[in-house]
């Protein structure tokens, strides 16, 4: 005999299997700003490991070495493969955190080229400040300021977008949606 209350949980999982999936809902600029500047300390882990392995592999005597261009390159990839892997799961360990999870148009989990292009597409948050800083050769002080300035706006610009979406999440076709931590299926 079944009990009562296994017949309301198995109708309930059937109920909850035919429902129509819940809207997309866009996380606030705070939270989203707020999982950007934990992505950031996370990956702080990543340019220490990354960083001391690739140093004692290529001997690296010191951060003025001629090969630190390889290095900032080797950064790169190392970047992408973190996030392209992240990414084409649903979410990052920070993400996860503040419940935000990264789909595509549709809704539908990002494929790894949606999550490579993303990742290329992203860069916009840096480049734009660091081809001024280069040319000019601009102190820490003022470059920071460059730096927090460019991103402060990139971010508010996000409030122009019809789905105050980031930019580069709309050139991309990937947006950033509210999600309970994904599970570990």
Do not use: N
Request: with cysteine; hydrophobic share 50%.
């Amino acid at each position: 005999m079944v009990s009562s209350s296994s017949g309301q949980a198995g109708s309930q999982a059937v109920a909850a299997a035919t429902s129509p999936p819940q809207p997309l809902t866009t996380p606030g600029l705070r939270r989203r700003m707020a999982c950007w500047l934990y992505e950031g300390m996370l990956l702080f882990a990543v340019v220490f490991v990354a960083g001391w392995l690739f140093s004692t592999l290529g001997q690296m005597r010191d951060a003025m070495d001629s090969r630190r261009h390889l290095l900032q390159a080797f950064l790169f990839v190392v970047f992408g493969v973190y996030f392209v892997f992240f990414w084409a799961k649903g979410q990052t360990l920070a993400m996860k955190t503040w419940g935000i999870r990264v789909v595509d148009r549709r809704g539908a989990p990002l494929t790894q080229g949606g999550a490579l292009l993303r990742y290329l597409l992203s860069w916009v948050w840096f480049l734009p400040p660091l081809a001024v800083i280069a040319p000019f050769k601009l102190g820490g002080g003022e470059a920071a300021v460059l730096l927090l300035g460019w991103v402060a706006v990139w971010a508010l610009l996000a409030r122009f977008h019809p789905d105050r979406q980031f930019w580069h999440d709309a050139w991309a076709g990937t947006r950033l949606v509210s999600s309970r931590p994904m599970s570990r299926r």
